[in-house]
Each structure stands twice: as structure tokens, then as C-alpha cells.
């Protein structure tokens, strides 16, 4: 395997990612050393239109089709890490959006299934991960607060929204042992990422991760 401190070899978008990779992620106290691969792998400009090509590794969110935002990179890393997705995992993403977090995700776990309430944008990012080789990531239209019962339970669940309370079909649907990681808050109160461990049946054990701010959750428990 080649060092990714080599550069030497590396293309315009590998060396961009990398940059990406020291600057905004480990620098932040990103970690995971399977994380910081599939941050490196998965190419972020695919996601973007092309006029946005050229900004595909900045340290913002970018925006993408529908008035929707593609995720900071670090945002990014950082819910992967906080789920602690093992390479036989199960999981969950409720907002599909571009699918760049989803492609991330599918570099982490077995499968990947993600949900996304537009059509237009479940589509788009279909195609996207098809044209890339994602074959481990099924793309679903439809109400993401209601989960996916049919593919439960999951060992990690993230969501790329933020609501004012955890709908109780993620919280049915995440194993024991389990993983969640969402925003939780309202558009005009301080969003805090949290983490959310399904510890037994009924209990639970709940990390506050730091302020973010997101896009509203939709949905029939949203």
C-alpha cells in the first residue's frame, strides 16, 4: 500500500484530499485511522456541480441541487467517528443529500442505506455512487424520521438534520449496542451534535459532541 505522506505519485484531487485530510481533519483531533482513509478515498468534487469543482475541499459546506448543502468535511469525519462503524456494521443515514457522507460511510461498513426525502436528489446521488462503484449503498425516497424498518436493526444510524427531539423509530431501530449520532435542535436555538449508545432494551447513554448547525428535519416525527 502506498504511504499517504508520499505525494510524489499522487493526482491534483489525491493531493487535495490529503491536504484536506491534515489540515481540517487531524489537526482537529480526527483519529480513526479508517475514517482518515475513506476521507482520502472518496473524491468530494464528484459530489458538487462543476462550477464548484475547483472548492470541493474547502473547509466549508458547498451548496448542491433543491437549495441543499453537501457537509464540511470535517462534519463529515466527524459523525463517522463518533459512530464507530466496524467493517461488518449495518447502517443508517437519514439524509442523503449529494451522497458524499454516504460514500464515506460505505468505505467504513458492510452496507449503507440511506434515505433521502427529495426525488430529485435520490437520483443524483444514485447515479453518482453507481458511476463511483458503491455497490454496498442502496439510495430509498421517502420520509427519513420513519427509518427503515425492512434492513433494522442497525448498528449505527447518522443523520444529516436536526430535530427537536429523536424520533422513536431510530431509537427501535438501532441495536443493542448501536450508534447515533444527529443534531438535535431547533433553526433558532444552538444545535448540539450528540452520540447516542443503545446500551440495553430500553436504556440508553447520551454524549454531547459541540455546537453545529444544520438543516431542519423533515418528516412525519420530525
Given at each position: 500500500m502506498?504511504?499517504?505522506?508520499d505525494?510524489r505519485?499522487?493526482?491534483d484531487?489525491?493531493?487535495?484530499?490529503?491536504r484536506?485530510?491534515e489540515?481540517?481533519?487531524?489537526r482537529?483531533?480526527?483519529t480513526?485511522?479508517?475514517?482518515?482513509?475513506?476521507m482520502?478515498?472518496?473524491?468530494r468534487e464528484?459530489?458538487?456541480?462543476?462550477?464548484?469543482?475547483?472548492?470541493?475541499y474547502d473547509?466549508?459546506?458547498?451548496?448542491?441541487e433543491?437549495?441543499?448543502t453537501?457537509?464540511?468535511?470535517?462534519?463529515?469525519?466527524?459523525?463517522?467517528?463518533?459512530?464507530?462503524?466496524k467493517p461488518?456494521?449495518?447502517?443508517?443515514?437519514?439524509?442523503?443529500?449529494?451522497?458524499?457522507?454516504?460514500?464515506?460511510l460505505?468505505?467504513?461498513?458492510?452496507?449503507v442505506h440511506?434515505?433521502e426525502?427529495?426525488?430529485?436528489l435520490?437520483?443524483?446521488?444514485?447515479g453518482?455512487?453507481?458511476v463511483?462503484?458503491?455497490g454496498n449503498i442502496?439510495?430509498?425516497?421517502?420520509?427519513g424520521?420513519?427509518?427503515?424498518?425492512?434492513?433494522?436493526?442497525?448498528?449505527?444510524?447518522?443523520?444529516?438534520?436536526?430535530?427537536?427531539?429523536?424520533?422513536?423509530?431510530w431509537?427501535?431501530?438501532?441495536?443493542?449496542?448501536?450508534?447515533?449520532?444527529?443534531?438535535?435542535?431547533?433553526?433558532?436555538s444552538?444545535?448540539k451534535?450528540?452520540?447516542?449508545?443503545?446500551?440495553?432494551?430500553?436504556?440508553?447513554a447520551?454524549?454531547?459532541?459541540?455546537s453545529?448547525?444544520f438543516?431542519?428535519?423533515?418528516?412525519e416525527?420530525?
Open positions: 502506498r504511504d499517504p505522506a505525494t505519485l499522487l493526482t484531487s489525491e493531493k487535495y484530499r490529503q484536506m485530510v489540515r481540517q481533519l487531524i482537529r483531533g480526527i480513526d485511522p479508517r475514517v482518515l482513509d475513506a482520502r478515498t472518496v473524491p464528484a459530489f458538487v456541480a462543476d462550477y464548484l469543482a475547483r472548492r470541493a473547509d466549508c459546506a458547498l451548496p448542491i433543491l437549495g441543499q453537501i457537509s464540511q468535511p470535517y462534519i463529515v469525519a466527524l459523525m463517522a467517528e463518533a459512530a464507530e462503524i461488518g456494521d449495518r447502517v443508517l443515514e437519514i439524509g442523503t443529500g449529494s451522497g458524499y457522507a454516504a460514500a464515506v460505505g468505505q467504513l461498513a458492510a452496507h440511506t434515505i426525502r427529495h426525488a430529485l435520490a437520483e443524483t446521488a444514485r453518482r455512487l453507481a463511483l462503484g458503491h442502496e439510495v430509498r425516497c421517502g420520509d424520521t420513519q427509518g427503515w424498518a425492512e434492513h433494522a436493526p442497525f448498528d449505527a444510524i447518522l443523520a444529516a438534520a436536526s430535530g427537536l427531539r429523536i424520533p422513536e423509530a431509537k427501535l431501530q438501532l441495536a443493542i449496542g448501536g450508534r447515533l449520532v444527529m443534531p438535535r435542535g431547533g433553526m433558532r444552538v444545535q451534535l450528540i452520540k447516542l449508545t443503545r446500551v440495553s432494551e430500553g436504556n440508553f447520551e454524549e454531547n459532541l459541540g453545529v448547525m438543516v431542519p428535519l423533515v418528516g416525527h420530525g
